[in-house]
């Protein structure tokens, strides 16, 4: 069973669109989180969310939105997409708590390209 | 101010040699965690070894060890007897307990195991 699951694994549309992305994990976890990796590879975190507080990045632009209707699902809608929004985005999951609190375990990633 | 650096952005290694892949971090949280993360070509994020910055001894995975140096503020990766499979992007990441919470990745260091 994957722990940390993202829907669709490729995300191919035009600019100005509106698109989601699915996360569910089921590992138990109450804090999830969403990551953008950009063409260099560098992975900067956009969202944490657990049942309490919304973490937000402060650089993320408020086209982005996390949804999250439970606690083992986050997805991320996007809205009027554009070029730059192209990336591969993660989610990832952990447990706050214990020794090894916060240790995420991450999702496969999408590819997200714009046109 | 960058809060992870790993300077080599591309390292090689001869099959069954050890390895060492260079992360400073800088922080003035006296709480924090350290975190090593390996990408393969493939994209996922899989979590390889975590030292917390109370943890007397140096963290071990496997053939994966942390050189854990405080006052140098380095956790430095050594992965020993190194395998073919072994050739990814490695990334260092730190969460600091106090300040935001937030995950902190550097930019990565792409491995590549020769046989």
């Known amino acids: 069973d994957t722990a940390v699951s993202q829907t669709p694994k490729y995300l191919v549309t035009q600019m100005g669109n509106d698109k989601s992305i699915k996360c569910e994990q089921n590992?138990?976890?109450?804090?999830m989180y969403w990551y953008k990796q950009d063409s260099k590879k560098f992975l900067k975190i956009m969202f944490s969310?657990?049942?309490?507080?919304?973490?937000i990045n402060e650089t993320v632009p408020n086209r982005f939105s996390p949804k999250s209707p439970d606690k083992a699902h986050l997805n991320l809608h996007i809205n009027s997409l554009e070029l730059g929004d192209s990336a591969v985005y993660f989610c990832?999951?952990?447990?706050?708590?214990?020794?090894?609190?916060?240790?995420?375990?991450f999702g496969a990633g999408t590819r997200l390209s714009v046109l | 101010a960058q809060k992870i650096t790993q300077t080599q952005p591309g390292m090689f290694v001869q099959e069954k040699e050890a390895v060492t892949l260079d992360c400073t971090y800088d922080t003035s949280d006296p709480s924090y965690g350290l975190f090593w993360y390996k990408q393969p070509s493939s994209g996922e994020m899989i979590f390889l070894i975590y030292?917390?910055?109370?943890?007397?001894q140096n963290a071990t995975e496997g053939r994966y060890s942390l050189n854990f140096q405080k006052a140098r503020k380095s956790a430095n990766l050594v992965i020993s007897a190194s395998q073919l499979g072994d050739s990814a992007m490695y990334f260092c990441a730190m969460r600091e307990r106090n300040y935001g919470q937030n995950f902190v990745f550097g930019p990565g260091t792409r491995l590549s195991v020769l046989p």
């Open positions: 590992l138990g976890h109450d804090t």
């Open positions: 030292q917390g910055s109370y943890d007397q």
């Open positions: 969310y657990n049942n309490k507080e919304l973490i």
């Open positions: 990832a999951s952990s447990q706050s708590g214990g020794r090894y609190e916060n240790i995420q375990y």
